[in-house]
């Protein structure tokens, strides 16, 4: 007979059952409730918007979902900003706007690079994009997502935990 786990989350093995069952349920975090109302705004952002994914350009996409929900999540962001190999991630997130202004002031001043203080890069890709896709693409980066954001965390020096 086969049982049926009653879990209110799925792991894939990303972390132990051990900690998501006696640790993280009694973390401080775990029980705020601040992050229902955000929830119930991305689900009403998804609703409105999925039925066009898979017709949205990279553009349309993130104007019409991406950015809303990085919003409700509470995100200071920037916009295709370049690094210092003239590349351009996306988005640069930042944990508020002074940290954005500060980085934006720093970098026309040529004190530091934009994304010291970043939190964060984004990138964004039409919907139905393989996003782990490689083969014959292994070095395009281009047509091959992973290798993409990989470079970028390298380039903009975002520590990699």
């Known amino acids: 007979m086969t049982q049926i786990s009653l879990t209110l989350y799925r792991n894939n093995n990303l972390f132990s059952k051990y900690y998501l069952e006696n640790y993280l349920n009694k973390s401080s975090e775990w029980k705020k409730t601040d992050h229902i109302a955000a929830f119930e705004q991305i689900k009403n952002i998804y609703r409105r918007e999925s039925p066009y994914f898979e017709t949205l350009n990279e553009k349309q996409l993130e104007t019409r979902f991406f950015q809303p929900v990085f919003t409700v999540l509470g995100f200071e962001f920037e916009v295709t900003e370049k690094t210092r190999s003239r590349e351009f ?51 395009n980066r281009s047509l091959n997502p992973s290798l993409q954001i990989w470079m970028y965390l390298i380039l903009t020096e975002i520590e990699i935990e």
């Open 89 to 139: 991630p996306d988005y640069a997130f930042f944990s508020d706007r002074k940290s954005l202004d500060e980085a934006r002031k720093d970098k026309d001043e040529g004190k530091r690079d934009f994304f010291t203080n970043a939190i964060a890069i984004g990138e964004v890709k039409q919907w139905t994009v393989e996003l782990d896709r490689i083969g014959k693409d292994e070095h």
